[in-house]
C-alpha cells in the first residue's frame, strides 16, 4: 500500500469511529452525521453503509410532526463491539463483558486466596477471561492499583500489593486471548469511565478523585488523559502540612495520610472513643448529629477541600469527581468540600467549578478497565473485529 493510500484508509478508519461514537450518544440522521462530522453526504453514505451492512447500525422512521415526513436515522447497535474488563483488587478481581457503552453483559467475580502466588492469580484471571469471551471482542481493558505503565503493561509498585510488583501484566495475560489487551492503573481506568459513561461525558478538564483505603486520581485535561512524564495525578502525595507526617512516598504531610479513610476513621476513634467500623458508619451518624462524626465529616471535607484548592489554583478544572467510599450518602459531605473549596479558590468569582460524587455502580472497576479498551478502540488502536 502507498503512503497516500494508507492516510486514505486511516481516514476513513477515524471518520468511521467518529461516527460510531456519536451514535452511541444518540441516534442521527446521515444528513445530521454530515453536518457534525463536516464530511460530504456521499462520503457519509459510503461510511454509514458499510456500517449498516456490519450489522453495527440500523434505519429507523422517526416521526417530525402531524403531516410530516418521517425522519429516517441511523441507530447504533452497541452489542456489535464487546470488550473485556478485569478489575484487579488487593482482595480479589472482577473481570466481565460489556457492551460499547460499557454495559456489563456478564462477570465473575473472584476473592484473591491466602497464599496465592502470581501465577495462580494470573491462571485463575486468565480462565475466566476465556470464559467470558465471545467472538465479537474487541479489546481487553485490566485496571490494577498503580503505579504502572500502560504503554509496557509493567505494573511497579502498588502500596500493599507486592503480590503483582515489577510484574509484566500485560505479557502474563495476554496469552491465547483474542484480542489486545491494555493495562491501566485503576484511577486512570475511572478518569476513562467518567469521560466516556459518567459526569464527565461534556467535560474537558476534570480529575477524579477515589478516596478509599488510599488517595488516587485522574487528571483528564484537554479532552486527554493527563500523564504528564507518565505517572501524573499523585493526589494522595500532595503535601497539606510540611511539618507533617513523613509519608512513606519521602513527603510530609501527604493527604492520604489524613483523608484516606483508615486514617480518618482511626483520628475519629481517638477523639470521641466511638466504634466507627466504616465512612458509612460514620456518614450515618453525622447524619443523627452526633458530634463526633460530623466533627470528623468536616475534618474531612477540611483536608480534601485544602488539597483540593491547590489542584483548582494550579489548573482551573471544570469538575471534581469525588468516587470510592466516599459516594456513600455524599450530599453532607459535598455541601461542606464546595463552601471550602469556595472561600479559597482563586477563579471563584469568574467561574464556578462542581464537586460531585459519581453515580455508584457495583462493578464500576470492571466496566472502568473495559472502559480503557473502549478508549483504545475509538483512537483506533484495535483490530477491527467484523471481517
Ligand atoms: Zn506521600
Redo the contacts with the bound molecule.
Sequence with gaps: MTAKARNAAAMKAGNMLEIIRMLLKEPLTRAEIARRTGLTRAAVTIITERLTGDGVLRETSVSSGAGKTPVRQLVLCPRRFLFLGVDIRRDGYTAGLTDLGGATLDRRTAALVPGQTFEQLIGSVKSDLIRLTHPLVTGIGVGVPGPVEPETGLVLNPPNFGLIWNQDLRLALQGDLPAGLWIENNALARTVYEKYAGLGQALSAFMVVIVDRGIGSGLYLNGQLYRGAGFAGEL??LSIDRRGPL???G?RG?L?NYAAVPMLLGRCRARTGAVVATWADLVDRAYQDDSGCLEALRDEADCLAQGLVSVLNLLDLEAVILTGDLTYQPDLLLGEIRSRVQQARMARQAHDVRIEAAKPRSDAGMASAAMVAIDRFFRGQADWPLA
Design positions: 494522595g502525595h509519608c512513606a512516598c513527603s501527604c492520604e
